[in-house]
């Protein structure tokens, strides 16, 4: 199985890139920002304590986010391989993920990391922001905790992964085509 982690700060284009990656590789894309979404529309329980977090632009409490995971991955047992969007964002998340892969005799492959700096990240989402009627978009202060969250909690994934020797930081500044060019070249040599 080839799965993936696509790494990186908010507005950073992971979700872009996975929609693209999915059907170039035959993968699941599993979003756990796209399931919160989902949920939150539905008003589901999980949706309601997940919309509490998001909102402020903090992380949704692992346990949730994990068994959420689960569930997801659990409901496509013919996969090829998975991308992983937004998931792991939290040490634990990541022990999580390589227990639960390890229980169905496989691993993460690489993780792969698109580097944009700040700035540029504020701005692509402030324009998302204009058009996707995400309250999380739609203010720069909210914008900015969940940059600042992700220094402070999700980046040390980066070791993580290096230790591994399962790192690869692409720049995710360009064209999107370029970008996928870019992860491609990572992936078609694993
Ligand atoms: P996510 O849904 O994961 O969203 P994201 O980080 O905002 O965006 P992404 O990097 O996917 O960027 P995108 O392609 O959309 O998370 C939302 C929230 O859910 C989190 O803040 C957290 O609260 C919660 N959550 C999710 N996962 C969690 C977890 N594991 N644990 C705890 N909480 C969790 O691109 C952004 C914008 O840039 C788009 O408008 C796009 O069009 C534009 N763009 C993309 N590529 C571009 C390019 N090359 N050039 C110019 N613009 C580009």
């Keep these: 199985m080839t799965n ?42 999980l949706g309601l304590t997940a ?21 997801e991955v659990e409901k496509n047992p013919e996969a090829k391989g998975f991308i992983f969007d937004g998931f792991p964002r939290t040490e634990k998340q990541a022990d999580a993920l390589a227990e639960s892969l390890k229980a169905k005799g496989t691993e993460v492959k690489a993780m792969i990391a698109l580097e944009v700096e700040d700035e540029v990240l504020v701005k692509r989402l402030l324009e998302r922001g204009k058009t ?40 995710g500044v360009g064209s999107v085509e370029e970008i996928t060019d870019r992860i491609s070249n990572v992936i078609d040599k694993l």
Excluded: C, W
Excluded at 23 to 37: A, C
Excluded at 60 to 65: F, I, L, S
């Design 4 to 45: 993936l982690v696509l790494f990186g700060p908010p507005g950073a284009g992971k979700g872009t890139q996975a929609d693209i990656l999915k059907e170039k590789y035959q993968l699941v894309h599993i979003s756990t920002g796209d399931v919160f979404r989902y949920n939150i529309k539905n008003q589901t329980g």
């Design 51 to 71: 919309k509490s977090f998001i909102d402020k632009g903090q992380l949704v409490p692992d346990e949730v986010t994990i068994n959420m995971l689960n569930a």
């Design 132 to 171: 996707s009627g995400r309250k999380d978009d739609a203010d720069e202060a909210v914008i900015r905790n969940r940059i600042t969250v992700y220094y402070e909690e999700t980046a040390i994934l980066k070791e993580y992964y290096k230790k591994q020797d399962k790192y690869y930081g692409v720049d």
